[in-house]
Nanobody, 115 residues
């Protein structure tokens, strides 16, 4: 079992920045992926960014060049630095963890980009 705790969401003005964090605990071993997904009202959940514990990162097209994902393997945490935020980035952001044991989701954190 893996537990994920997200933090860092909130309200920010367009053009601003936020950093989301996800702390993982439990059965974390072997090769794994962590990622951020988001879901806006009336839309499907979509990939924001993902990264493996070997450092291989992948980004959704809408956030490339603005968001940066990183991990601290020793602390089992993952961060998402979000810059140049736009109103269309408004969504609930979910942390996801996957390894050979299964797939796990965090509870979600709201990000609102508005003036």
């Amino acid at each position: 079992q893996v537990r994920l705790v997200e933090s860092g969401g909130g309200l920010v003005q367009p053009g601003g920045s936020l950093t989301l964090s996800c702390a993982a605990s439990g059965s974390i071993f072997g090769y794994y992926y962590m990622g951020w997904y988001r879901q806006a009202p009336g839309k499907q959940r979509e990939l924001v960014a993902s990264i493996s514990n070997e450092g291989s990162a992948n980004y959704g097209d809408s956030v490339k060049g603005r968001f940066t994902i990183s991990t601290d393997n020793a602390k089992k945490t993952m961060n998402l630095q979000m810059n140049s935020l736009k109103p269309e980035d408004t969504a609930v952001y979910y942390c996801r963890f996957s390894n050979s044991l299964g797939l796990y989701w965090g509870q979600g954190t709201q990000v609102t980009v508005s003036s």
